[in-house]
């Protein structure tokens, strides 16, 4: 059964800093994997989607790693902003499309 | 282009009282899913049809929940009983049909059993 785990649960910064939100996975069979951003009562909004045959994926202050073999993706913040606290959410793509996934970081960013 | 809508935002009841959610997909999308995300957890998928069909029930507590998708458009999910531990945000996806394609995420309802 996929399991799917991210590090930390929780992580406050200060404004300006790069960081790393980690996310592993136990089965390497996927074929895409993905993160989110989930504001306060809010639905989740697509960040990146990296696919299997690829290592990274990057969109503006963004960048997302994979690697299968290790089970594990990062994604990079670079410069943080206040605007940037939300919960991070991994997600691993299985047979037929389906997304697991991992418990979420929360992030803060203090100004 | 309108996205994933859900009703109501929010919804407190009392134990043992039914409840419904509504969600209306983004047109043209002939996935639905319907997830459930406790707190400080990740969404679960509870079921997933393609048009009007359940191909995924697997993880939907079939003795107090229901679901459906009459005309392969919008889909109605129903708690009957309510417990305590339903007490959850339920989050309506849609996409397209091919399997990899990216899912698209309503607001969700927020439950609330007291």
């Known amino acids: 059964k996929q399991e799917v785990t991210q590090i930390p649960a929780a992580l406050s910064v200060p404004e300006g800093e790069n960081l790393v939100l980690n996310c592993s996975f136990t089965?390497?069979?996927?074929?895409?994997l993905q993160w989110f951003r989930q504001d306060p009562g809010k639905g989740l909004t697509s960040l990146l989607l990296?696919?299997?045959?690829?290592r990274e994926q990057t969109s503006g202050r963004l960048n997302a790693s994979l690697d299968k073999s290790s089970g594990r993706s990062t994604l990079y913040i670079a410069a943080s902003q206040p605007g940037d606290s939300a919960t991070y959410l991994c997600?691993?793509?299985?047979?037929?499309?389906?997304?697991?996934f991992g418990q979420g970081t929360e992030l803060s960013v203090k100004p | 282009e309108a996205g994933v809508v859900q009703s109501p935002r929010y919804k407190i009841i009392e134990k043992k009282q039914p409840v419904a959610f509504w969600c209306n997909p983004i047109s043209g999308h002939n996935t639905l899913y319907w997830y459930r995300q406790n707190l400080g957890q990740g969404p679960e998928l509870l079921i997933r049809?393609?048009?009007?069909?359940?191909?995924?029930d697997s993880q939907l507590p079939k003795d107090r929940f229901s679901a459906e998708r009459l005309k392969g458009v919008d889909s109605t999910l129903k708690i009957q009983p309510a417990e305590l531990g339903d007490s959850a945000v339920y989050l309506c996806a849609s996409k397209v049909r091919a399997a990899y394609n990216e899912q698209f995420f309503g607001p969700g309802t927020r439950l609330t059993v007291l």
């Open positions: 990296i696919q299997s045959s690829q």
């Open positions: 049809y393609e048009n009007e069909e359940a191909v995924d």
């Open positions: 997600a691993v793509i299985n047979q037929g499309g389906k997304l697991i």
């Open positions: 089965d390497s069979a996927i074929y895409n």
